[in-house]
């Protein structure tokens, strides 16, 4: 697939939205397709109902059988909005966000077909004010990823999100992300994103654990207090170089 970052990303989903499509975001763990997913909710005012996949069973999908009198029906869950379903107040819709869908077993993706294709659970229809988007890790990133069947791939449009250090930048710039983190990724980039399937460390530098980091440094500046908190946050490696880089910064004139 061809890669894109968050901007080309948000502006993907749209249009598959427009087009009454469902997306899919392929990416590597924590660069941001729940942040993309959530701010697009907000710019569309709608209420994002987070459905991880990967925690779910076949009947969460395909609903709960269920005994009317004499006969039985599968009942859905309540976290589908229905089409008699009462939009909530201050919100335009929902965003039904299928996280971790290919990290479910085959029997639940298998679950999600007329979801996704029909927009329904059972006999009963989702709210015309749902949107759908999807999102995965990457098989090749060690990931609990399972192959996913061709007439679901068939069923998604697919996008594959990479780490875009400028993006990021702007969102930090936007959220008071401290001016020491910012201004050490301008100069290192190659810290921004340190994500390797084959390494041993407990962490990773990415737009997610950059973003506790700067929570970590608003608290506690303190040079050796700040290393060890860094190093289980961002990786040790990376905290180091950041560390090392505070102190040359401090020194200069």
Same mark, same amino acid.
């Given at each position: 697939m061809i890669q894109v970052n968050t901007e080309q990303a948000s502006d993907l989903i749209e249009t598959f939205w427009l087009a009454n499509q469902v997306?899919?975001?392929? /990416?590597?763990? +924590?660069? $941001?397709k729940s942040a993309v997913v959530n701010a697009l909710a907000k710019k569309h005012n709608l209420k994002v109902i987070d459905?991880?996949?990967?925690?779910r069973e076949p009947t969460d999908l395909a /609903?709960?059988?269920t005994l009317v009198g004499d006969k039985a029906m599968y009942v859905p869950l309540d976290d589908f909005p229905l089409e008699d379903s009462f939009i909530p107040e201050g919100y335009s819709g929902w965003c039904l966000f299928l996280d971790e869908m290919n990290s479910a077993v085959r029997a639940v993706q298998a679950a999600c077909f007329r979801l996704i294709l029909d927009r329904a659970i059972g006999k009963y229809k989702l709210h015309e004010k749902v949107k759908i988007v999807c999102a995965g890790n990457l098989e090749t990133d060690n990931a609990i990823v399972e192959a996913m069947s061709t007439p679901m791939q068939s069923r998604l449009c697919h996008i594959h999100l990479v780490p875009d250090l400028p993006s990021w930048l702007q969102w930090a710039y936007e959220n008071e992300?401290?001016?020491q983190i910012t201004a050490f990724l301008?100069?290192? &980039?190659?810290n921004f994103y340190t994500?390797?399937?084959e390494s041993s460390d407990v962490t990773f530098a990415s &737009? @997610? *654990?950059?973003?506790?980091a700067s929570n970590v440094f608003k608290v506690t500046q303190d040079e050796k207090l700040l290393l060890i908190a860094l190093a289980g946050t961002i990786g040790? $490696? *990376? +905290? @180091?170089?950041?560390?090392?880089?505070l102190k040359l910064v401090n020194d200069l004139p």
């Amino acid at each position: 697939m061809i890669q894109v970052n968050t901007e080309q990303a948000s502006d993907l989903i749209e249009t598959f939205w427009l087009a009454n499509q469902v997306p899919f975001i392929h /990416g590597s763990p +924590a660069i $941001g397709k729940s942040a993309v997913v959530n701010a697009l909710a907000k710019k569309h005012n709608l209420k994002v109902i987070d459905f991880t996949l990967s925690q779910r069973e076949p009947t969460d999908l395909a /609903g709960f059988v269920t005994l009317v009198g004499d006969k039985a029906m599968y009942v859905p869950l309540d976290d589908f909005p229905l089409e008699d379903s009462f939009i909530p107040e201050g919100y335009s819709g929902w965003c039904l966000f299928l996280d971790e869908m290919n990290s479910a077993v085959r029997a639940v993706q298998a679950a999600c077909f007329r979801l996704i294709l029909d927009r329904a659970i059972g006999k009963y229809k989702l709210h015309e004010k749902v949107k759908i988007v999807c999102a995965g890790n990457l098989e090749t990133d060690n990931a609990i990823v399972e192959a996913m069947s061709t007439p679901m791939q068939s069923r998604l449009c697919h996008i594959h999100l990479v780490p875009d250090l400028p993006s990021w930048l702007q969102w930090a710039y936007e959220n008071e992300v401290p001016y020491q983190i910012t201004a050490f990724l301008e100069f290192s &980039p190659k810290n921004f994103y340190t994500f390797n399937p084959e390494s041993s460390d407990v962490t990773f530098a990415s &737009p @997610r *654990t950059w973003e506790f980091a700067s929570n970590v440094f608003k608290v506690t500046q303190d040079e050796k207090l700040l290393l060890i908190a860094l190093a289980g946050t961002i990786g040790e $490696g *990376t +905290a @180091r170089e950041f560390c090392t880089y505070l102190k040359l910064v401090n020194d200069l004139p």
